[in-house]
Nanobody, 119 residues
Framework: QVQLVESGGGSVQPGGSLRLSCAAS????????MGWYRQAPGKQRELVARITDGGNTNYADSVKGRFTISRDNVKNTVYLQMISLKPDDTAVYYC?????????????WGQGTQVTVSS
């Protein structure tokens, strides 16, 4: 059974930092691309950052220069380091794993972790 468990969310003042973690189990982690998505109230879920199985990264324009995604294939964990946080970053942050094994595509979601940026 695949599980993605996010942690590290919380409340922070504008300009602050947080580090999110997503621990994966039940899958061959190194074969999957990993992503962080977020959903603010009343808005659609959006991609924040993604890292491929080969380590290539891409980011939403709104977080470039402030967020960094990384992965540890030994610990089966993906991270999102967030600095210079803004109130607009307030959302539930979700971890996603997606990959193609053979001819089948798989994707899995975590349960989400709340990030609130407010003074």
């Amino acid at each position: 059974q695949v599980q993605l468990v996010e942690s590290g969310g919380g409340s922070v003042q504008p300009g602050g930092s947080l580090r999110l973690s997503c621990a994966a189990s039940g899958l061959i982690f190194r074969l999957y691309d990993m992503g962080w998505y977020r959903q603010a109230p009343g808005k659609q879920r959006e991609l924040v950052a993604r890292i491929t199985d080969g380590g290539n990264t891409n980011y939403a324009d709104s977080v470039k220069g402030r967020f960094t995604i990384s992965r540890d294939n030994v610990k089966n964990t993906v991270y999102l380091q967030m600095i210079s946080l803004k109130p607009d970053d307030t959302a539930v942050y979700y971890c996603k794993a997606d990959g193609v094994i053979g001819v089948l595509r798989y994707d899995y979601w975590g349960q989400g972790t709340q990030v609130t940026v407010s003074s």
